[in-house]
Antibody, heavy 120, light 107 residues
Framework: QITLKESGPTLVKPTQTLTLTCTFS??????????VGWIRQPPGKALEWLAL???????RYSPSLKSRLTITKGTSKNQVVLTMTNMDPVDTATYYC????????????WGQGTLVTVSS | DIQMTQSPSSVSASVGDRVTITCRASQRISTWLAWYQQKPGKAPKLLIY???SLQSGVPSRFSGSGSGTDFTLTISSLQAEDFATYYCQQASSFPHTFGQGTKLEIK
């Protein structure tokens, strides 16, 4: 079965760079039609779509955050890494990764999420 | 970006009730519309994709409809486990934006 899990720091300081890793199983990011996306959710607020990487290494970003985001395949075949530069307290949120079906872009499997707090 | 607006923002209902949540896109999105359910402290769960296709394992009391810019999620007979927050999401163009959510509460 497909599972995903996010990992990374729980606390970062303002201006620092956040690096999150999504480790997955049950699918391969080398398989045509597969993608992994990142979504975040500030406490008590709505979901925000961040970025997506496809099996062919095509990448898409939220325009409002594009200058700060980088999504890559990890050194392990079952990992995707998201980096966000110049962190600010407003970036405090639970960050989720999800399996994306390329055919209809549905986010059909999600990780449990990881809460990242930005504070000095 | 395409703006997704859900209504109502919150709704109170009783077990057994029929509930409808509406999602409006700021431009036409064809059938690129999904619905997610989120319970407190948990990740969202996909309910419906491509407007009306039920994700595997999701009860048939959930249904979706609509086209163009206006879409609805209907729960035909509320169960206790359905009380949660619901989000729509468009996948017509990047970024794949979400609505602000509709909180379904017990009356």
């Amino acid at each position: 079965q497909i599972t995903l899990k996010e990992s990374g720091p729980t606390l970062v300081k303002p201006t620092q760079t956040l690096t999150l890793t999504c480790t997955f199983s049950g699918f391969s990011l080398s398989t045509s039609g597969v993608g992994v996306g990142w979504i975040r959710q500030p406490p008590g607020k709505a979901l925000e779509w961040l970025a997506l990487i496809y099996w062919d290494d095509d990448k898409r970003y939220s325009p409002s955050l594009k200058s700060r985001l980088t999504i890559t395949k990890g050194t392990s075949k079952n990992q995707v890494v998201l980096t966000m530069t110049n962190m600010d307290p407003v970036d405090t949120a639970t960050y989720y990764c999800a399996h994306v079906d390329y055919g209809d872009f549905r986010l059909d499997y999600w990780g449990q999420g990881t809460l990242v707090t930005v504070s000095s | 970006d395409i703006q997704m607006t859900q209504s109502p923002s919150s709704v109170s209902a009783s077990v057994g009730d029929r509930v409808t949540i509406t999602c409006r896109a700021s431009q036409r999105i064809s059938t690129w519309l999904a619905w997610y359910q989120q319970k407190p402290g948990k990740a969202p769960k996909l309910l419906i994709y491509a407007v009306s296709s039920l994700q595997s394992g999701v009860p048939s009391r959930f249904s979706g409809s609509g086209s163009g810019t206006d879409f609805t999620l209907t729960i035909s007979s509320l169960q206790a486990e359905d009380f949660a927050t619901y989000y729509c999401q468009q996948a017509s163009s990047f970024p794949h934006t979400f609505g602000q959510g509709t909180k379904l509460e017990i009356k």
